[in-house]
């Protein structure tokens, strides 16, 4: 059964950084893109981010952009979300998911189970 784990949350004081890191087993992520998505109490569920599985195109939501870093290593089987400058409006469950696709297409297959950030004073 394929897994996804996410994990590096925490709680962080605003202006703070933490790294996301979400790790596929029973699974192969080198030929899938792979985005990061999260969600706040009493909000839907918003992409963050995604990455390609060939040329490593990466893309952003507004809100996050020249704040988060998407990025993967293949070898470990690894995706990550760097997120500096957190602020508070970036608490939410963050998860991470498959496209069905090598490219960023909006099709998701495979879910994690989810990692909380909190920022906070």
């Known amino acids: 059964q394929v897994q996804l784990v996410e994990s590096g949350g925490g709680l962080v004081q605003p202006g703070g950084s933490l790294r996301l890191s979400c790790v596929a087993s029973?699974?192969?992520?080198?030929?899938?893109?792979i985005g990061w998505f999260r969600q706040a109490p009493g909000k839907q569920r918003e992409g963050v981010s995604c990455i390609s599985s060939t040329d490593g195109s990466t893309y952003y939501a507004d809100s996050v952009k020249g704040r988060f870093t998407i990025s993967r290593d293949n070898a470990k089987n690894t995706v990550y979300l760097q997120m500096n400058s957190l602020k508070p409006e970036d608490t939410a469950v963050y998860y991470c998911a498959t496209d069905k696709y090598y490219y960023c297409s909006g099709y998701w297959d495979y879910w994690g189970q989810g990692t909380q950030v909190t920022v906070s004073s």
């Open positions: 029973r699974f192969t992520l080198d030929y899938y893109a």
